[in-house]
């Protein structure tokens, strides 16, 4: 059976495309079916170049039914014609841009480090490098416009997205960023090489880049590291700080949009939301998820509005697929643990905040968590509970605290940042005059609002594929699986089998409610029903 390299859908999960050792396949997704295949289209020209029936023809088409085309990946624009084709001949290095109805070519890249991974849309086409370089180019034309310096890849896979839509948002981890020019905009130059290896001219001498009207900083990064808490910071700040930042990157105009603190561990997976409204990460570690809603100010900076924490697991484990369906209400989460999950992102609201809703407060609208609901949920303990999390929380933010009351400003700004769920609903349990002298005593009780006093999401939904039973442990695509929605369908190909799966899409369960089998109350999750299983190799 062929290894399979890579398995992509299309923005709009209407086709699935799989790159192999031996050729490359599109298939269309509902109904299924093969639309092309390497190996046919070859034998197809094959054919119609034939003028008679000699044997030197007869041999010519039996080579090129026969011949093989490795291919490292196969990315699609939508449901057009345009094909991005990588074959794994010269390490990888090519890059083909092919007219697939057509059969025609219509350029090619070459570069000086293998291809590790594309990202497209209908504006730009960004190339990642084994050596970390990410070039950008304009797709209407091919033109290279800006290279960005990464860290070298050392795991064959790339930690980053580009949202499909025109905005053309590009979020890397911090970390890997290597010189602080990305922060710089460069000029516009007529005159400037359009070569893939000629990027000199892209990068100029440029003095230290300060980063804060870039930052985000929230109340738990200004405590635990004091070079945030005045100006110039740096990126160097940020890199000794935590390898959990992120970068939003504005493709289209070459400029940094927004940093913000994801997560304490280094980050292994990150995916834009179709529209590009919403960025999902994972730690390595792959217990907790997090979903960041992005909204652009009247000032006309991208900021953070809202994050929720989304509970894989308690045991680490490596995810290798994060998948928005196209109206950002649900979150797909597959891992190398068995399993794969599914969460809805959509807030419930409650009876009372229902009844006196305006448009913020109507059926269907998010109500997500705020930066004070993931400030102190650190992913690096695996086996304890949020209980646990928040008392330790509670019993820092006590002890390290000086006596001193806070600050006019402070207070202002604890009162402008209320917006956690303990903020929203405490005047719901607090009525009561013994309550509020207890409360009243706490010292920091303004640090209350801080912590989290809803326990990150689980999933309403999972997904157990047939064959990870008996996968193996040496398989390097163990449970790697791709991830799309088309209607009320979940779409799955599996890296490990070359299946394609057909799953039904459960009715969303409100995310309170509990089953009260035992003593403890616990989520119920439903799992999804397979109602379709199909080949993808057949080479």
Known sequence: MSTINDISFNPDFSLVSVATHTGNKVFNCEPFGELYSSSETQLR???????????????????????????????????????????????????????????????????????????????????????GELHIYDLSCIKLLSVLKLSPTTNDTFVGDLSIDDKSWLCVPVSAIKEDSVFIKPKRDSNVSTHPTDSSNLQQSHPQAYLDEYVELTPKV???????????????????????????????????LSIFKAHDSSISKISVSHKGNKIASASVKGTIVRVFDLSTSEDGKVVL???????????????NSLCFNNNETILGCGSESNTIHFFNLIQEASSDETAGSND??????????????????SDGDNHRSSSEELN???????????????????????????????????????????????????????????LIWEPPRRSFAYIRLPEHAWASNNNTNHNKVAIGFYGGLILIGSYQSGKFYHYELPKQYPRHRVVKDSKEEHEKREECLLLNQYEMLSF
């Not at 092919?98 to 000086?112: M, S």
């Not at 480090?113 to 730009?124: E, G």
């Not at 940042?417 to 009780?445: M, V």
């Open 45 to 131: 020209r094959t054919l119609s170049n034939s003028i008679d029936g000699s044997n030197t023809n007869e041999q010519s088409t039996e080579d090129s039914s026969s011949e093989q085309h490795p291919t490292k990946l196969l990315k699609m624009l939508f449901s057009t014609s345009l094909t991005i084709i990588v074959p794994e001949e010269n390490d990888c290095r090519y890059l083909k841009v092919f007219n697939l109805k057509q059969n025609l070519k219509i350029v090619d890249l070459e570069f000086e480090a293998s291809i590790f991974d594309v990202k497209l849309n209908r504006k730009r086409l960004v190339v990642a490098l084994q050596n």
């Open 222 to 256: 200004k405590q635990s590291n004091s070079l945030f808490a005045g100006p110039n910071i740096t990126l160097k700040n940020i890199q000794d700080d935590s390898e959990g930042w992120l970068m939003v990157y504005d493709a289209l105009n070459l400029a940094p």
């Open 305 to 319: 509005s809202s994050v929720k924490n989304l509970r894989r697991g308690h045991n680490v484990a490596r995810i």
């Open 360 to 377: 913020e407060n109507a059926p269907g609208a998010d109500h997500g968590n705020s930066f004070s609901d993931y400030d102190d949920q």
């Open 392 to 450: 330790e929380s509670l019993a820092n933010l006590l002890v390290s605290k000086s006596l001193n009351p806070p600050s006019q400003e402070q207070e202002d700004t604890n009162k402008k940042n209320k917006k956690s769920w303990f903020s929203k609903t405490k005047s719901k349990f607090i009525h009561s005059p013994y309550t509020t002298s207890i409360l009243n005593k706490i010292p920091y009780r303004d640090y209350l609002d801080n």
